[in-house]
């Protein structure tokens, strides 16, 4: 069983950053992804980022030269550091964890982008 607890976000005006932090409870370097994916009112939980055991990300496209993802391996803890945030950045951002075939989540850290 791996537990995520996600931490770091709050309220930020436009264009600002934030960096969100995922510790968790087993050594990442194991674990075959990790990834942060956010939900906003009425819509879908989408991915934002992820990063593989190997170390390549990924991002998606409305993120992409404004959000980086990275691990600290030996504090087994996963960041987002979001620049440059807009209102459409505001959701619950939730971090996640593949192990083998099984996929962990956190509780969820609300981002708000607003002045």
């Known amino acids: 069983q791996v537990q995520l607890v996600e931490s770091g976000g709050g309220l930020v005006q436009p264009g600002g950053s934030l960096r969100l932090s995922c510790a968790a409870s087993?050594?990442?370097?194991?674990?075959?992804?990790m990834g942060w994916y956010r939900q906003a009112p009425g819509k879908q939980r989408e991915l934002v980022a992820s990063?593989?055991?190997?170390?390549?990300?990924t991002y998606a496209d409305s993120v992409k030269g404004r959000f980086t993802i990275s691990r600290d391996n030996a504090k087994n803890t996963v960041y987002l550091q979001m620049n440059s945030l807009k209102p459409e950045d505001t959701a619950v951002y939730y971090c996640?964890?593949?192990?083998?075939?099984?996929?962990?989540w956190g509780q969820g850290t609300q981002v708000t982008v607003s002045s």
């Open positions: 996640k964890a593949v192990v083998g075939i099984r996929g962990y």
């Open positions: 087993g050594f990442i370097s194991s674990f075959n992804a």
């Open positions: 990063i593989a055991s190997g170390g390549s990300t």
